[in-house]
């Protein structure tokens, strides 16, 4: 990875230079700051310009400088609505504490011809969006930069049906964004055998993982952070209590360590009993579990310190949704302090006020009745599917 130092070693346009008195070093810090469409146009000025802001240097300098102030500043939201004429739209999501609680409107512009409300995401990394958009075919997508990379998903052969789950994250050991693909099948008393295949951007191709034995697998879509990957799993077991969930069964976190390929656990907060299921997200560069109450009431609760779980602390107690039916909860952001969190509830998107426990539902059905709605944010960076540019 590169410090610093080597980043003040690159080449700045001397086109800049002539108009400034700032070191280097400053010049940097301030392109850094700037707009990810704007340094896209600053590539266009000159061949030093695009020199400069297509190093490998700046790039990945850029990257973690947006991961870093993600708390909501360049969290941006990409919403799927399916209604009679299927159409995607895009969302600014700005600072959740500001009085006025509307997004500005954008449609996406869709790198394929395919209608954007057949796609389903996998996940988001770094900027960039795994998604399927047809059948037999997955996408690492950059919304910002537009740069796209399709290529063919994978299968196993098998006599019997089984559950698919994906993940999608960064591996930083080998520089490397991969795709991961659990098989579950099941088999007797709550048990299921796992089949892995692993896709490696790098080389642009799959691989057979090592399989594992386990519970079943709730999350469609494994949650990244830290270079690791986790799935909620649940497991039977005759009589409730303890820190899983309700009655018959218990459930803790898998995670996958993208860098070697292996699997470990982390334990869940102790809710008590309760008929419970759970849902992972990661939000503030945080992992969050929200402990779900018979679709009633959700508990988000967050893991401040990562690995540690004795750090989980309870974010946000007894959200509700209006009609007092909550159905699945994804968290989508939340405000540093916990009083405001961006959630779906089914159809709807909207914030909620934990303070006085009140919902302003964000304006995502104008186009019509919506049948699906999906979200999923990311940050705004240079980062790019394609490994000629990484």
């Not at 896709?199 to 079943?216: A, P």
């Not at 497991?235 to 292996?262: F, K, N, Q």
């Not at 303070?355 to 186009?367: F, G, K, M, Q, T």
Request: aromatic share 10%; net charge neutral.
């Amino acid at each position: 990875m590169e410090t610093p130092n080597q980043l003040a070693e690159t080449k700045i346009p001397q086109e800049l230079l002539q108009f400034s008195c700032l070191p280097d070093e400053i010049i940097i810090e301030i392109l850094l700051r700037l707009p990810v469409k704007s340094l896209l146009k600053f590539r266009c000025v000159s061949k030093s310009w695009l020199s400069l802001l297509s190093t490998p240097y700046f790039i990945n300098t850029q990257i973690k400088f947006s991961v870093k102030k993600s708390k909501n500043v360049n969290l941006r939201l990409v919403i799927v609505a399916s209604v009679s004429g299927l159409m995607g739209k895009m969302c600014s999501v700005y600072s959740l504490d500001c009085e006025n609680s509307s997004v500005n409107v954008d449609k996406v512009d869709y790198p394929l011809k395919t209608p954007f409300g057949s796609a389903k995401f996998l996940g988001s990394c770094n900027g960039l969006i795994c998604l399927t958009p047809m059948s037999f075919k997955l996408m690492i997508w950059n919304p910002v930069t537009g740069k796209h990379k399709e290529f063919q998903d994978s299968f196993v052969q098998c006599a019997v049906n089984c559950y698919i789950r994906y993940g999608f994250g960064y591996d930083y050991v080998n520089d490397d964004y991969k795709v991961v693909k659990i098989f579950s099948f099941p088999r007797n008393e709550g048990k299921y055998e796992n089949k892995v295949k692993i896709y490696s951007l790098k080389d642009d191709s799959w691989k057979m993982g090592e399989g594992f034995d386990s519970g079943y697998v709730n999350a469609q879509s494994g949650m990244c952070l830290n270079g690791y990957l986790h799935w909620e799993v649940s497991h039977c077991r005759d009589s409730g209590g303890g820190g899983g969930g309700g009655s018959g069964a218990c459930s803790e976190i898998m995670t996958l360590d993208l860098a070697t390929e292996t699997y470990g656990v982390m334990a869940l907060p102790n809710c008590g009993n309760g008929i419970t299921s759970w849902s992972l997200s990661v939000l503030n560069g945080c992992l969050v579990a929200c402990c779900n109450y018979d679709s009633v009431r959700t508990d988000m609760w967050v893991m401040k310190e990562y690995g540690v779980e004795e750090s989980w602390t309870k974010l946000v107690s007894n959200l509700t949704a209006p009609s007092g039916r909550l159905g699945y909860v994804s968290p989508l952001s939340v405000s540093e302090n916990g009083g405001e969190v961006l959630v779906r509830l089914g159809t709807n998107i909207s914030l909620y006020n934990a303070r006085n426990a009140s919902h302003e539902s964000l304006d995502i059905h104008s186009l019509g009745y919506c049948l699906q709605v999906q979200a999923i944010t990311y940050i705004e960076s240079l980062a790019s599917p394609n490994v000629g540019d990484m």
